[in-house]
């Protein structure tokens, strides 16, 4: 299994606030990694694909880059509605293996 | 769109069945996979399964014996059965359409989820 290490697991930041998530893979998935946004009560949604790929009508504040084992996911300028627990997720190898996921809070 | 259906409570060592109705696509097509993936309350996501258009199945390595995934393509319809369910099963389960031809085979469409509890 690829061990997936997502950092933090708390966030608090000021709307407006550049917000980012780390994941490290324990071994290299190349660019075979997706983020995705759950809000309480409800489903995750696919943010980012690929790495570094917006998926079409996600608002272009949020980003994602690395590949290998470092990944970061970035909020550039924190909005009150993306207040939300955020996953990272491997899919280089099955089980494909999400992150503890970081829960984002406003300050 | 996805949505999950079956019973909101299974007797632990009973087994668990659930479905997911697909509307708006094709679950034969080559362009998608089905996914099922659990979230126990308070926890983070763990995939479970999944079905590709050929019918091949993958399962999570700590379910393999007690999980079967399998499609209905008449019905549009994928359904999951996990047997000799214990409380540790007790979860929401989502089921989830993933894409083929995108190299993460990112998972882009969810159902709503449905909570299973465990419980006699």
């Known amino acids: 299994d690829v061990q997936m290490t997502q950092t933090p697991s708390h966030l608090s930041a000021a709307v407006g606030d550049r917000v980012s998530i780390t994941c490290q893979a324990s071994?290299?998935?190349?660019?075979?990694l997706n983020w995705y946004q759950q809000k309480p009560g409800t489903a995750p949604k696919l943010l980012i694909y690929?790495?570094?790929k917006l998926e079409a009508g996600v608002p272009s504040r949020f980003s994602g880059s690395g590949s290998g084992t470092e990944f970061s996911f970035t909020i550039s300028s924190l909005q009150p509605e993306d207040i939300a627990t955020y996953y990272c997720?491997?899919?280089?190898?099955?089980?494909?293996?999400f992150g503890q996921g970081t829960k984002l809070e406003i300050k | 769109q996805l949505q999950e259906s079956g019973p909101g409570l299974v007797k632990p060592s009973e087994t668990l069945s659930l479905t997911c109705t697909v509307s708006?696509?094709?679950?034969?097509?080559?362009?998608?996979?089905w996914a099922w993936i659990r979230q126990p309350p308070g926890k983070g996501l763990e995939w479970i399964g999944s079905i590709y258009y050929t019918g091949r199945t993958y399962f999570h390595p700590s379910l393999e014996g007690r999980i079967t995934i399998s499609a209905d393509t008449s019905k549009n319809q994928f359904s999951l059965i996990l047997s000799s369910v214990t409380a540790a099963d007790t979860a929401v389960f989502y089921c989830a359409r993933g894409g083929t031809q995108r190299g993460s085979r990112p998972l882009d469409s969810w159902g709503q989820g449905t909570l299973v509890t465990v419980s006699s």
């Open positions: 708006g696509g094709d679950i034969s097509s080559s362009d998608y996979y």
């Open positions: 690929d790495a570094s």
């Open positions: 071994q290299d998935i190349r660019n075979y």
């Open positions: 997720q491997e899919y280089d190898n099955l089980p494909c293996n």
